[in-house]
């Protein structure tokens, strides 16, 4: 089973980004994780859905997995970010096994890196697969290698791992709750603030060009 998330960003960038657009698509599971989709749904279908980050999935399958003596891997991030999320998951879900493997950091893996990364993941055989790659690029390398990869459950939660590690701060709950954590974010993390700037406008066209016509594909 694969799990994805798509928010006002990664929507503008699957527009031009096909690969990107086709891993989204086919998914087994497409959270909505920005509220600027949830918005998207309730202009366009009328639905009332709920955003749902990577960090509340991860939450939520390591609860399970805890209760259930699974094992969890984690691909991807530096070896300091995974010595830390070791040392912290490891104190909290006593029950879960954990695995994990840093892969190269380069922009495009080599078929050695990828038959290493896959390797490390099937000789540990998780439950869950987790992967921090940061998008697109980690949605990518899933679609191609998914029937390569022996676990049950691949979910792409990119910046989670840094969360995970407490190298960097979620935003408090309040935030959340008011529905302004991409805010806190902006503030927080200098690359997302200029993320924003270019795709909330792009992003905000779109969905005004959707709602008045919608016979356009979504």
């Not at 980004?17 to 202009?43: H, Q, R, T, W, Y």
Request: with cysteine; proline share 3%; hydrophobic share 40%.
């Amino acid at each position: 089973m694969i799990i994805n998330t798509i928010n006002a960003h990664s929507y503008i960038v699957a527009k031009e980004d096909i690969e990107f657009k086709k891993a989204l698509e086919e998914s087994d599971i497409l959270l909505p994780d920005g509220e600027g989709i949830v918005f998207l749904i309730k202009k366009l279908k009328g639905k009332k859905i709920k955003k749902i980050a990577g960090a509340d999935i991860h939450d939520k399958f390591l609860e399970q997995a805890n209760s259930e003596n699974l094992k969890c891997f984690y691909l991807g991030s530096s070896q300091k970010t995974l010595d830390l999320m070791k040392l912290n998951l490891s104190e909290k879900y006593t029950n879960i096994k954990f695995g994990f493997f840093s892969p190269p950091f380069k922009k495009v893996f080599s078929d050695i890196d990828t038959d290493s990364m896959i390797q490390k993941v099937n000789e540990f055989e998780p439950d869950i697969l987790f992967i921090g790659m940061t998008a697109p690029k980690q949605e990518k390398w899933v679609h191609k290698n998914k029937n390569l990869l022996n676990a049950k459950a691949i979910c792409s939660i990119g910046a989670v791992f840094d969360f995970i590690a407490k190298t960097k701060k979620r935003a408090p709950k309040w935030i959340i709750d008011i529905k302004l954590e991409w805010l806190y974010r902006s503030f927080t993390e200098f690359r997302l603030a200029r993320r924003y700037l270019y795709s909330t406008p792009l992003f905000i066209i779109e969905m005004y060009m959707l709602k008045y016509f919608k016979n356009k594909k979504i």
